[in-house]
């Protein structure tokens, strides 16, 4: 039974979906720290900008450090921020500003130029800057200091907004990537939906394979669909076939044998009723075998491509057949069988191959095998040879291919429909194999079936 699953083009958008997601938090990610960075960096330059503007106007004089704060230094900074500044001389003392706002001072990274370090103050965060310049005292520490901080509010204020914006731009080119991809999916699946309505227009009697071109990745899909077709073909044409020749063959022996149930209704004579029945019991044994004979051709048919091969031992199976077939048989034969030491293992369907081998030994038997009966088993190269030689006239070899074909003409005395050496034919085609004949002047017949060896023996 088919179950639907989920829809291939949901499947495709879910995962579409994912990804857009995942690439827009990321890009959100990367933009917002980058950005985050950059909006620093630019303050904190306003910031010790300032610094050292007031930096720029100490001087020492008469033993202490003096301080004219230019108005510009505060100008610089964003309206609405908190600033606090402070400058401390090199005896500790508050020269100027807030005498209260005394963060940690790197006094050992005065020298190499402005720092610029987070701080609080009274639990307000802030962003400080401390710029050192050395003073010309005698003794001590020789540096003033310039300790500037500024309130986080511009700077927030600022990355808020700038990362609204970014998610109203990042949503809306989501969006819009969205229905470009949901577009872009229906117009990549829909080759899925030519080779649907292809299929669906077909009548159940086509059988031919597909011819349409499809993207790489359907090309092993519509190669499937056509070899499927082709085994459909392949096994309609074997029906036909099957029907086609036991219609032809069966129609002729049964009107026969009503004919002779009706001359034998009417038959007073017991003489010529004798006669009637003799013939009425040939010709129904004839149509038995006939019968017999087209089933085991469907089967070898049927079988040739839709049973899987096995390891088989070839030898076993064939001296298994030789012993059935010799309980069955009355007539004296001087009876051999020459093996290999080693079993002899082909790939093949054991059930036709015991069609196969069964045919030919009933034949050689019936009407080949005078006195003696041989079977020798052989393997030559890559080869596996099962020979079955009898002391018989043979086979001509001017009809050596004629009896291959279905319903040859037949020897006179043979029942069945001449199918015997057909079906060992389409054996022997099925496993790669052949069927050939050997005839050696004014000795023995022999017929040989040839099977290629497995590559792993």
Not at 99 to 125: N, T
Request: glycine share 8%.
């Amino acid at each position: 039974m088919i179950r639907i699953g989920k829809s291939l083009y949901a499947r495709l958008l879910v995962r579409l979906a994912c990804v857009l997601g995942a690439s827009a938090l990321v890009l959100l990610g990367a933009l917002s720290v980058s950005t985050k960075l950059a909006v620093d960096e630019a303050y904190d330059r306003l910031l010790t900008g300032s610094a050292l503007q007031i930096a720029e106007n100490l001087w020492y004089e008469h033993g202490r450090v003096n301080v004219d704060v230019p108005l510009a230094a505060f100008a610089m900074l964003t309206p609405g921020d908190r600033v606090l500044y402070n400058v401390i001389g090199p005896d500790g003392r508050s020269v100027a500003g807030d005498p209260d706002f005394r963060p940690p001072i790197p006094w050992q990274k005065l020298a190499s130029g402005p720092i610029v370090q987070d701080g609080q103050y009274q639990d307000l965060p802030v962003r400080i800057a401390v710029i050192g310049r050395a003073m010309p005292v005698s003794e001590g520490n020789r540096w003033a200091v310039v300790v500037m901080a500024q309130s986080r509010n511009a700077r927030s204020a600022f990355f808020q907004g700038f990362v609204t914006k970014l998610l109203l731009v990042i949503g809306v080119t989501g969006v819009l990537t969205a229905v470009a991809g949901m577009f872009t999916l229906y117009q990549a699946l829909s080759p899925l939906k030519r080779l649907e309505a292809a299929i669906q227009q077909r009548s159940f009697t086509a059988l031919e394979p597909l011819e349409m071109t499809v993207p790489a990745e359907l090309h092993a899909v519509v190669g499937a669909i056509n070899a499927f077709m082709e085994r459909l073909a392949t096994r309609r044409r074997i029906m036909q076939r099957v029907l086609g020749d036991a219609a032809h063959q069966l129609r002729t022996p049964v009107t026969a044998l009503i004919s002779l149930v009706e001359t034998l209704e009417g038959e007073r004579d017991e003489a010529s009723r004798g006669e009637l029945l003799r013939r009425l019991r040939a010709r129904a044994h004839g149509l038995g075998d006939l019968v017999n004979q087209l089933l085991q051709h469907a089967m070898v048919l049927h079988r040739a491509d839709a049973v899987p091969k096995e390891r088989i031992d070839l030898q076993a199976l064939a001296r298994q057949e030789v012993m059935e077939l010799l309980s069955h048989h009355a007539k004296p034969l001087d009876v051999a069988f020459q093996g290999t030491d080693a079993p002899c293992y082909v790939m093949a369907d054991a059930v036709s191959v015991r069609e196969a081998l069964r045919n030919v030994l009933a034949n050689a038997l019936h009407y080949g095998a005078q006195t003696c009966l041989h079977i020798e088993i052989s393997q030559p190269d890559d080869r596996i040879e099962i020979r079955i030689i009898d002391d018989g006239p043979g086979i001509p070899e001017s009809a050596w291919a004629k009896v291959r074909e279905p319903f040859s003409p037949r020897g006179a005395g043979r029942s069945g429909g001449s199918l015997g050496l057909a079906i060992v034919e389409e054996v022997m085609r099925a496993h790669d194999g052949a069927l050939r004949f050997q005839k050696i002047e004014g000795k023995s017949f022999s017929v040989i079936l040839s099977f290629p060896r497995p590559i792993d023996s």
